[in-house]
């Protein structure tokens, strides 16, 4: 078990970037680790490639939206970081957006947010950029979905169970959270559901965690609003999950659930490939 020493944070110009930076500063305080956060977007130039072959005033006026971008998300991060010494602007690299796959293997923990469509700013971005940042880097994101308000997430957690190697590696990163929680519910779905909980049951009570075991039945159905389901129903903050996906001619495929839990999360969820 590690608790998250180093942590980055992923800022960019949506409204909920600040949302994102006022959980990193509760996570610093909590495990007392130290957040990079990194304003990360796709230039300008390479949004729009046909100003390269238009007229120089053209290419400026794109490096002076990057800058004015640049400006904006600064800003945003200053006001919410509210002086916390913890948390520290970065420059981004010059391959960004795709650098920071490269920067997550040097954090303990990742915060992202959810891709909101109807946002403007999620143009700022490639449509698979969350993904390809999961399965890249291998490490632990907590996701923050593009609606509601979080003071608090980790108070009541629900864990989605699976005998998988993502599964196992999501629950080792969430034991920081668990050994805190004033609940824990594991849910497990399949015809050997109860045996790998009562696994699961010992291994966690082992962490000093006295969870709450659910066996889910049969696996049929839409898992991934089944899992929404249950933490509705159990008032959980945060969902914690394996991710599954890999590549297939240099394009991102998520498993099914996985998928569209990036896409209908109603709660911050904590995923590890």
Not at 31 to 37: I, M, N, P
Not at 65 to 92: Q, T, V, Y
Not at 98 to 107: M, P
Not at 121 to 139: C, I, M, N, R, T
Request: charged share 25%; proline share 6%; net charge negative.
């Amino acid at each position: 078990m590690q608790t998250p020493r180093s942590i980055l944070l992923h800022l960019d110009s949506s409204p909920r970037c600040a949302t994102r930076v006022k959980l990193a500063r509760q996570l610093s305080a909590t495990f007392e680790a130290q957040v990079t956060a990194v304003p990360c977007t796709t230039p300008a130039l390479m949004r729009y490639p046909y100003a390269m072959e238009s007229a120089a005033e053209a290419v400026a006026m794109l490096q002076d939206l990057d800058n004015e971008c640049r400006d904006k998300i600064h800003r945003s991060f200053m006001e919410a970081r509210d002086g916390c010494p913890s948390l520290h602007w970065a420059e981004p690299l010059a391959d960004e957006p795709w650098g920071f796959s490269r920067r997550a293997l040097y954090a303990d923990l990742l915060i992202m947010g959810q891709r909101d469509a109807d946002d403007p700013a999620a143009a700022e971005l490639p449509v698979d950029f969350l993904p390809s940042v999961l399965v890249e880097s291998g490490k632990p994101a907590l996701l923050l979905p593009y609606i509601g308000d979080y003071e608090t997430v980790g108070r009541r957690v629900l864990v989605a169970w699976k005998e998988t190697r993502e599964s196992a590696r999501a629950l080792a990163a969430s034991l920081p959270w668990l050994l805190l929680a004033d609940r824990v519910d594991v849910v497990c779905y399949g015809d050997e559901a109860s045996a790998s909980l009562r696994s699961l049951g010992g291994y966690l009570e082992a962490q000093g965690i006295k969870p709450h075991l659910h066996d889910g039945g049969r696996q049929e159905g839409d898992a991934a609003n089944r899992l929404l389901s249950d933490a509705a129903d159990r008032g959980a903050d945060l969902l914690v999950m394996g991710c599954y996906g890999h590549t297939r001619t240099r394009e991102w495929v998520l498993g099914g659930v996985t998928r569209s839990i990036l896409q209908t999360m109603t709660l911050p969820v904590l995923m590890s490939h």
